[in-house]
């Protein structure tokens, strides 16, 4: 199968922009869990931790892939994507209380246990962007968590200071999630006999995730700024 350079490469920054987005989290674990080490211990066990992750990350999302040519699988993974670009919108994600890290391995073992519970959305987001490409796959990987680790304080930064940025993950979430439920094999042909019906889809399905979420941002802003007064 011959696949064109353009082909190739947007799927990939795709990848690695949802990576980036999704990851705020992710890198916020590796900190609490390397925070009690000090000097070059901190720095092997960010290194050695975050390499363990990728590899589970890698192998989880290569599963996801070959899973999603299951039948309906596809249409679950899709739903399930865009609950999960609702909640990054809404700021509702719920991780797990992050113990630090007395020792190396330790502090390792947390960031892997860590990540792989929180990864799920991660995952399930790159499987759906990569169109079954494994390579897409270990590439995107490659390339955005590095730049998690190395930059996630810039990066998390921007996003608090940019929130336009997450309504873009958003949107690309939704576009992502929308692209796999119509490519379900169940809905495939109804959806290529109507291909307009494929657009107004996608873009109910993001402007529902846009709108609903935008309007409980501002609904908790609302509430927080009574509860100060």
Known sequence: MNTSV???ILPLLNIIFLDLILAGDNAIVIGLAARNLQGRTQKKAILLGTGGAVVLRIIATILVVWLLKIPWL???GGLLLILI???LLTGDSGGPDIQAG???WAAVRTIIIADAAMGLDNVIAIAGAANHNIVL???GLLISVPIVVWGSTLFIKLMGRYPWIIYIGSA???LTAS????EEKRIAPF???HPLLRILFIILVIGGILASGHWKRVRDHRKAAHSGT
Do not use: R
């Open 191 to 193: 959806v290529e006999e």
């Open 137 to 139: 796959v270990v590439l």
């Open 85 to 87: 670009a609702y909640k």
């Open 179 to 182: 692209s796999m439920i119509t």
């Open 6 to 8: 353009p082909d190739f």
């Open 102 to 104: 007395g020792t190396l």
């Open 172 to 174: 690309v979430l939704g």
């Open 74 to 76: 596809l249409l679950f």
